[in-house]
C-alpha cells in the first residue's frame, strides 16, 4: 500500500523516488552482447536458434512474416466497437501529429549567398510491439502514426507471436487499417539485431522505435549507432498535484493506473496539502483495489513508489514534480493555469480532473511514447521528427565568399586547419 508522509527534501521516500532509475542486470548485457555479435554473423541462423531457444517458436514452421490470411482472419474477427475505437484514436493521433511537420526555410543574404534547412523522412523504421502477454494496440498506433506522417516509406513491425505461431488480432487489424503489412514475427534481442544489420530474409533498417524488456531496452542501447533509436524506456510514473478540493477518488484511480503496469517499479506519486486528505487518497486506493480485484496487479509498485506527500504549500509541490520530472504530471487544482506554466520538466501535463492520464494513453491524439526516470528534464516525448531528419543547403556564390574569405581564414588557422585555409584561398 502506499505510504503517506511529510514532505521535506531529505524525506527518504522522496530522495528515493529522484534516485529511481531504469537499470538493466549486468548478466543481461552479456547475453544481448552476444545474440547481436552472433546474428551480425550468422544472420538467419541465428535469428531463427535464437527464436526458438527465447520465444520457443520454430520460424521455419510458423513463417517469418504475417501472411494475408492472417491479415484477413484478423478483420474478421475483431468487433466493430474496436475497429471503431481504433479509426477514432487514430484520427485524434493524425490531426494532432500533422501539425508537428517541421517547414523547410532558407534565409537569403545581401552578398547572394542563399541558405537552407531541409527535412527528409528517415528512410526505413522498424517498430517492435509486445504483443504476446499484453498486446499494446495504442503503443503501435503511437509508432506508426508519426511515421506515416513523417512519410517514412518503409515501415515494418516486430512482434513475438503466440506459441502457435499466430500475432493478436487486434494488432493485425491496426497495422492493417494502417496500411502497413510488412510484419515480422520476431522479437527480442535477436529481432532487433536482424533488423539492425539485415540478414537473408529480414531487411536493414535505419531505425528503432518501440518498447520491451530489459532484453530489448539493451539491445537498443548497444545498437545505437548501427541505428537510430528512440530512447530507453523506464517503468511508468505519474505525479499528481492536488488542492483541497481535488476528488480523492479520481486521484486513487489515476494512481492505480500507473502501478498496474507490472513492473514492481512503476512510480505513483500525490502531493497534497493534509493528512485528512492523505488518508482519503489512501482509502480510496484500497476500496478500489479491493473492488475491482487490483490489489494484487498495483501493491508491488505501491510499496516499492507509491507515495502521498502532505505539502506546505502548492508551490512545494511544484518544486518537487520539476526535480522529479516524471513522465506524467496531473493538475487537480481550483486555478490550473495558474500553475501550468510553472511545470518545466514532465513528458506530458494533464489539466483538470477529467483530463485523466488515460485519455493521453489510448485516445486524445497526444503520444504516450515519453521520457521517464527524469529523462524528462533534457528529453521529448515521441514526434514526427524522430522519424525525420534536417540537412542544411549552402549556396555561396564567388562575390560571397571572396566578401567573407578574410574571416574563414582567420578561424580556419587559429584551429591551425591549414588546408582548410588553403581551400578558400585557392578561390580568391
Known amino acids: 500500500m502506499v505510504t503517506i508522509s511529510k514532505f521535506h527534501v531529505q524525506n527518504p521516500r522522496y530522495v528515493n523516488l529522484l534516485k529511481r532509475k531504469s537499470s538493466i542486470p549486468e548478466e543481461v548485457e552479456q547475453t544481448v552482447k552476444e545474440v547481436i555479435q552472433q546474428v551480425k554473423e550468422k544472420g538467419d541462423e541465428a535469428l531463427y536458434s535464437y527464436m526458438e531457444a527465447f520465444d520457443h517458436v520454430d520460424i521455419n514452421k510458423i513463417g517469418l512474416t504475417v501472411t494475408e490470411e492472417e491479415f484477413a482472419y484478423a478483420k ?17 493521433l493524425f490531426r494532432f501529429h500533422k501539425k508537428q511537420l517541421p517547414a523547410d526555410f532558407s534565409v537569403d543574404y545581401e552578398d547572394g549567398a542563399i541558405l537552407a534547412r531541409k527535412y527528409t523522412p528517415i528512410q526505413s523504421v522498424a517498430v517492435t510491439i509486445p504483443g504476446n502477454m ?17 512519410g ?10 503466440k506459441p502457435d505461431g499466430t500475432i493478436d488480432e487486434h494488432l493485425l487489424y491496426t497495422a492493417d487499417y494502417l496500411n502497413i503489412r510488412n510484419y515480422y514475427k520476431i522479437s527480442g534481442s535477436q529481432g532487433l ?42 517503468p511508468s510514473e505519474i505525479a499528481i498535484v492536488a488542492d483541497e478540493n481535488a476528488n ?9 493506473s500507473q502501478a ?14 493534509s493528512e485528512t486528505q492523505a488518508n482519503e487518497i489512501k482509502n480510496e486506493i484500497k476500496r478500489l483495489c479491493e473492488e475491482h480485484d487490483l490489489t494484487l496487479a498495483t501493491r508491488s509498485a505501491f510499496e516499492n513508489y507509491g507515495d502521498i506527500f502532505i505539502v506546505d504549500s502548492i508551490n512545494d509541490a511544484i518544486q518537487a514534480v520539476n526535480e522529479i520530472a516524471p513522465e506524467h504530471v496531473e493538475l487537480f487544482l481550483e486555478d490550473c493555469e495558474a500553475v501550468l506554466p510553472k511545470i518545466t520538466n514532465a513528458g506530458a501535463i494533464f489539466v483538470g480532473e477529467y483530463s485523466t492520464e488515460p485519455v493521453g494513453d489510448y485516445f486524445c491524439g497526444t503520444n504516450h511514447i515519453l521520457p521517464t526516470c527524469g529523462t524528462a528534464k533534457f528529453s521529448s516525448g515521441m514526434s514526427v521528427q524522430e522519424f525525420m531528419r534536417g540537412y542544411s543547403v549552402i549556396r555561396y556564390p564567388e562575390t560571397a565568399l ?10 580556419a588557422e587559429s584551429e591551425g586547419m591549414r588546408a582548410h585555409a588553403l581551400a578558400v584561398k585557392v578561390r580568391t
Open 76 to 92: 474478421e474477427h475483431v468487433s466493430d466497437d474496436f475497429k471503431e475505437a481504433v479509426k477514432k484514436a487514430c484520427d485524434n
Open 134 to 150: 499484453a498486446p499494446l494496440v495504442s503503443t503501435l498506433c503511437m509508432n506508426l502514426v508519426p511515421a506515416i506522417v513523417a
Open 152 to 161: 517514412v516509406p518503409n515501415i515494418y513491425i516486430l512482434t513475438k507471436p
Open 193 to 234: 539485431a536482424a533488423v539492425a544489420y539485415g540478414t537473408e530474409t529480414v531487411s536493414k533498417v535505419d531505425a528503432i522505435t518501440g518498447p520491451g524488456n530489459n532484453y530489448t531496452q539493451m539491445a537498443k542501447k548497444l545498437l545505437f549507432g548501427e541505428v537510430k533509436i528512440d530512447f530507453l524506456a523506464g
Open 248 to 256: 480523492p477518488t479520481f486521484i486513487a484511480a489515476d494512481m492505480m
Open 260 to 273: 498496474e503496469h507490472g513492473t514492481g517499479f512503476e512510480a505513483s506519486t500525490a502531493f497534497c496539502l
Open 402 to 411: 571572396k566578401n567573407n574569405a578574410g574571416e574563414i581564414i582567420q578561424l
